[in-house]
Structure formats: C-alpha cells, structure tokens
C-alpha cells in the first residue's frame, strides 16, 4: 500500500509549507496535528489575541473542485468538534476569539505553489 505513506508524507510537507507560510503572514503557533477522537486540526495558531484553527488542503489539480472545495460540510462539522476538544483541553484559550481558516496550497504553471488563505472561511453552529 505505497499510496497512503506518499499521501501522508505530502499532506506533512504542506501542512510544514503552509505553518511556515503563515508564520511569515505574523501569526505563531500553538499546536500542530492536534487529535482527539472527533478529529484532527492540521494547525492551531495566534493571530494577535485570535486563536486560528487552520485546515491545511493540498490538491495536485482542479479536477474535483480544488483545495479549498474538499473542505466540505461534514469536514467543517469535525474541525469545529475538534476545536471545541482542544479549547476544553486548553482553558487558557477559551476567553480569546476563534476562527476556522483554510489554506489551499495548489502547484501553480511554474511548479511553484500557489497558497490562497481563506480567513473565516465558516463558521461554527
């Protein structure tokens, strides 16, 4: 089964790419690959007083829609689920304002990556 560990091995190398990337925008990290049983955020970080959750999306192409259009319903209801974990678990957080961002990372024509930072991008119920 090679195809998970490349899978795995590429979505790491964006999830680096993309924390680095934000890093350079001015916000610091928390936490990355934060786990619990209702799901994984790829990142956590500050963006002054505002704690981000970021869904890191890689996408070779545009066939299915892109990066960003993989952040489905059900994806969004499992990052907030997740989010709601990491803030009981970290009560020092709970006080600040929250928001779910999504970083697409797509290969542009020049074999660079192409980052598009959607802020707010949903959300919680």
Known sequence: MPFLPRRK???DK????AEQWLEQQGLSLVTRNYRC???EIDL???DQDSLVF???RWRKTQSHGGA???V???KQRRLIQAARHFLAKHPIHQQRPCRFDVIGMEPDNSGSVSY???QNAFYSE
């Open 116 to 118: 598009q930072w959607i």
């Open 68 to 70: 960003l259009a993989s």
């Open 14 to 17: 964006a999830e680096a790419a």
């Open 54 to 56: 970021v869904e890191v």
């Open 72 to 74: 489905d319903h059900h």
């Open 37 to 39: 049983r209702q799901g």
């Open 9 to 11: 091995a590429q979505g």
């Open 44 to 46: 956590v970080m500050l």
